[in-house]
């Protein structure tokens, strides 16, 4: 006999989610989680504390950049990196105990310890087996390591050890022009530090919009950001004390070299699954390393189903919190879905950076038809007078049908306008419905609008 309807191994933001709708859906829950607190790499070491960072070094960059402008006139505003962390140890602390709370609320059982798959319907934690009749793998990614590059945590970082250097460094060395590389780095830039971002690619953040991706490079570069682009980096070296950053400029096939207190690896993350023994049990992983699943969440081994960055797909807290609910829904008998077409993704830089569909570049690989409706925000009254102009929005649509097909933004809380486009695309809307409908003003919300206008007879402010 089971003791538990559902057994989920891991509290991240796809484990939690999901233990939280099987209670609600009735079903005896439990969750294993083998950290000291819940909420996984997003609430302790990811998403949560890089915003408490961003937050607050976004408003000493204000401080320093725009108060005087308005008016505003301040002593120059000091850093106390030491108060900084305890807030963010505050803003993580607050998170991960409100989990706490939902899961007592919600009658969801901790287990605490690291779960191991022990045969069909079995995990055992910390020595003790349990049995559930169905079981979801939510463990999850840890970053993936560099050949060649030994992190220590020290001088060689990665996100979790860049969100809590003892000091803002004087040189910091980001490898990889990725959502983390950037997103931290511009924490530690608006902090004082002189930051080089070195990139495999010619471009930065891979995948993003082209035209936003230059944008979004000019921008930073503004803000104090060196790049380093098309360039591998092959070793680095921390035995003299300070780390010395070795790479190949891939166009030149030159060997240059360069210094930094600080190293951060951050180029990827690999799905984890060390020490869970699905693939001792036969489990079919993918050529990537990941769980298998099917269009349903479920592995290939019996009652077992996986969801979040442990699968594929994009590694995202929501993406994973999506497919915990579904899953919980399908255990319960109910349909659980996903629709994979409209998952919005966000760098929460200044500016922010949010995209939802289709990409220029996606469209033209596929052969469909589109336009592109653009606004800049320097259109928008709301935008120039927190003087945040600089960026724009784009919109495609259909060239036919005239149905929204993808949005790409960026600009001031772009993070929260671009949920109006998602909301428009699970409604199968097209440019012209957003063009009708009523935008409160002076918003930055007008300027989504005005792309709408922009893929029909044209924007007002353009
Ligand atoms: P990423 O995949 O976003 O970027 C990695 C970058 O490193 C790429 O541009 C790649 O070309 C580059 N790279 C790879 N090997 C390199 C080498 N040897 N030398 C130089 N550059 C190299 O990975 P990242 O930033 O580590 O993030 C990991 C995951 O976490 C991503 O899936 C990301 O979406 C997710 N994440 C999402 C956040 C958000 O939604 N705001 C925040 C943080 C992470």
Same mark, same amino acid.
């Given at each position: 006999?089971?003791?538990?309807?559902?057994?989920?191994?891991?509290?991240?933001?796809?484990?939690?989610?999901?233990?939280?709708?099987?209670?609600?859906?009735?079903?005896?829950?439990?969750?294993?989680?083998?950290?000291?607190?819940?909420?996984?790499?997003?609430?302790?070491?990811?998403?949560?504390?890089?915003?408490?960072?961003?937050?607050?070094?976004?408003?000493?960059?204000?401080?320093?950049?725009?108060?005087?402008?308005?008016?505003?006139?301040?002593?120059?505003?000091?850093?106390?990196?030491?108060?900084?962390?305890?807030?963010?140890?505050?803003?993580?602390?607050?998170?991960?105990?409100?989990?706490?709370?939902?899961?007592?609320?919600?009658?969801?059982?901790?287990?605490?310890?690291?779960?191991?798959?022990?045969?069909?319907?079995?995990?055992?934690?910390?020595?003790?087996?349990?049995?559930?009749?169905?079981?979801?793998?939510?463990?999850?990614?840890?970053?993936?390591?560099?050949?060649?590059?030994?992190?220590?945590?020290?001088?060689?970082?990665?996100?979790?050890?860049?969100?809590?250097?003892?000091?803002?460094?004087?040189?910091? *060395?980001?490898?990889?022009? +990725?959502?983390?590389?950037?997103?931290? #780095?511009?924490?530690? &830039?608006? %902090? /004082?530090? @002189?930051? !080089?971002?070195?990139?495999?690619?010619?471009?930065?953040?891979?995948?993003?919009?082209?035209?936003?991706?230059?944008?979004?490079?000019?921008?930073?570069?503004?803000?104090?950001?060196?790049?380093?682009?098309?360039?591998?980096?092959?070793?680095?070296?921390?035995?003299?004390?300070?780390?010395?950053?070795?790479?190949?400029?891939?166009?030149?096939?030159?060997?240059?070299?360069?210094?930094?207190?600080? *190293?951060?690896?951050?180029? +990827?993350?690999?799905?984890?699954?060390? #020490?869970?023994?699905? &693939?001792? %049990? /036969?489990? @079919?992983? !993918?050529?990537?390393?990941?769980?298998?699943?099917?269009?349903?969440?479920?592995?290939?081994?019996?009652?077992?189903?996986?969801?979040?960055?442990?699968?594929?797909?994009?590694?995202?807290?929501?993406?994973?919190?999506?497919?915990?609910?579904?899953?919980?829904?399908?255990?319960?008998?109910?349909?659980?879905?996903?629709?994979?077409?409209?998952?919005?993704?966000?760098?929460?830089?200044?500016?922010? *950076?949010?995209?939802?569909?289709?990409?220029?570049?996606?469209?033209?690989?596929?052969?469909?038809?589109?336009?592109?409706?653009?606004?800049?925000?320097?259109?928008?009254?709301?935008?120039?007078?927190?003087?945040?102009?600089?960026?724009?929005?784009?919109?495609?649509?259909?060239?036919?049908?005239?149905?929204?097909?993808?949005?790409?933004?960026?600009?001031?809380?772009?993070?929260?306008?671009?949920?109006?486009?998602?909301?428009?695309?699970?409604?199968?809307?097209?440019?012209?419905?957003?063009?009708?409908?009523?935008?409160?003003?002076?918003?930055?919300?007008?300027?989504?609008?005005?792309?709408?206008?922009?893929?029909?007879?044209?924007?007002?402010?353009?």
């Amino acid at each position: 006999m089971a003791n538990y309807d559902v057994i989920v191994i891991g509290a991240g933001p796809g484990g939690y989610v999901c233990a939280i709708r099987c209670a609600q859906l009735g079903l005896k829950t439990a969750c294993v989680e083998g950290r000291d607190t819940l909420g996984g790499t997003c609430l302790n070491v990811g998403c949560i504390p890089s915003k408490a960072l961003l937050h607050a070094s976004h408003r000493l960059h204000e401080a320093e950049h725009t108060f005087a402008r308005m008016g505003l006139i301040a002593e120059k505003p000091k850093v106390d990196f030491n108060r900084m962390l305890a807030y963010k140890a505050e803003t993580v602390k607050g998170n991960t105990t409100g989990i706490e709370f939902l899961f007592k609320k919600n009658k969801v059982d901790w287990l605490k310890g690291w779960g191991r798959l022990a045969g069909a319907g079995r995990v055992d934690v910390g020595g003790t087996a349990h049995s559930a009749r169905h079981i979801v793998i939510a463990t999850g990614s840890v970053p993936a390591a560099l050949p060649g590059i030994h992190v220590d945590e020290q001088t060689v970082v990665t996100s979790t050890g860049a969100l809590a250097l003892k000091k803002v460094p004087d040189k910091l *060395v980001v490898i990889g022009a +990725g959502v983390i590389g950037l997103e931290l #780095g511009s924490v530690y &830039a608006r %902090l /004082g530090a @002189e930051v !080089t971002v070195i990139e495999f690619l010619p471009r930065i953040t891979p995948g993003l919009d082209a035209e936003v991706a230059k944008t979004f490079q000019r921008i930073l570069k503004k803000q104090g950001i060196n790049f380093i682009l098309n360039a591998a980096v092959s070793g680095v070296d921390t035995s003299a004390g300070r780390a010395k950053i070795t790479f190949t400029d891939r166009k030149k096939g030159t060997e240059m070299a360069t210094t930094a207190d600080i *190293v951060l690896v951050a180029t +990827g993350r690999r799905p984890f699954t060390d #020490g869970l023994g699905f &693939a001792d %049990l /036969g489990g @079919e992983m !993918t050529e990537r390393g990941q769980v298998a699943v099917n269009a349903h969440w479920v592995t290939s081994l019996p009652g077992i189903y996986a969801i979040g960055d442990v699968i594929e797909g994009p590694m995202l807290a929501h993406k994973a919190e999506d497919e915990g609910m579904a899953v919980a829904e399908i255990i319960a008998g109910k349909a659980g879905h996903v629709n994979y077409d409209v998952i919005p993704g966000v760098i929460y830089t200044a500016p922010e *950076v949010a995209h939802v569909g289709a990409t220029e570049e996606s469209l033209k690989d596929s052969g469909i038809p589109y336009k592109a409706g653009k606004f800049p925000f320097m259109g928008n009254a709301r935008a120039k007078l927190v003087h945040q102009a600089d960026g724009f929005v784009k919109l495609l649509a259909h060239a036919e049908t005239d149905r929204i097909l993808g949005c790409h933004v960026i600009g001031p809380a772009a993070g929260d306008l671009i949920h109006e486009i998602c909301v428009a695309m699970e409604f199968g809307a097209s440019a012209e419905d957003l063009a009708l409908t009523c935008h409160a003003h002076p918003t930055c919300s007008e300027a989504l609008r005005e792309a709408a206008l922009a893929c029909g007879d044209g924007a007002i402010h353009a």
